[in-house]
Nanobody, 113 residues
Framework: QVQLVESGGGLVQAGGSLRLSCTAS????????MGWYRQAPGKQRELVAD?????TTNFADFVKGRFTISRTRTTVSLEMNGLKPEDTAVYYC?????????WGRGTQVTVSS
């Protein structure tokens, strides 16, 4: 079992920046991919960005050029710049390896116009 603990998030004005961090509580289990998803009210959860253990990154088109992702073996961070009101959502840390999937509880990001 892997527990994911998120930190960061909050309220920011449009154009501002926030950093989200996530730590996986495991010293044994090797996690292939860690990343972030988000879910806005009334919408489906969607991928924001993720990173494999080998350093391959993947970004949703709507964040390319604005967000960056960094990864260690058990942590993943999301640096969000140029935030827009439409980025408002609950952001969830995700870890997966083969058929195994783990989720954090989510952290709220609110961008005011």
């Amino acid at each position: 079992q892997v527990q994911l603990v998120e930190s960061g998030g909050g309220l920011v004005q449009a154009g501002g920046s926030l950093r989200l961090s996530c730590t996986a509580s495991t010293t044994i289990f090797s996690i292939n991919t860690m990343g972030w998803y988000r879910q806005a009210p009334g919408k489906q959860r969607e991928l924001v960005a993720d990173s494999t253990a080998g350093g391959t990154t993947n970004f949703a088109d709507f964040v390319k050029g604005r967000f960056t992702i960094s990864r260690t073996r058990t942590t993943v961070s999301l640096e969000m710049n140029g935030l827009k009101p439409e980025d408002t959502a609950v952001y969830y840390c995700n870890a997966r390896d083969g058929p195994l999937r783990f989720w954090g509880r989510g952290t709220q990001v609110t961008v005011s116009s």
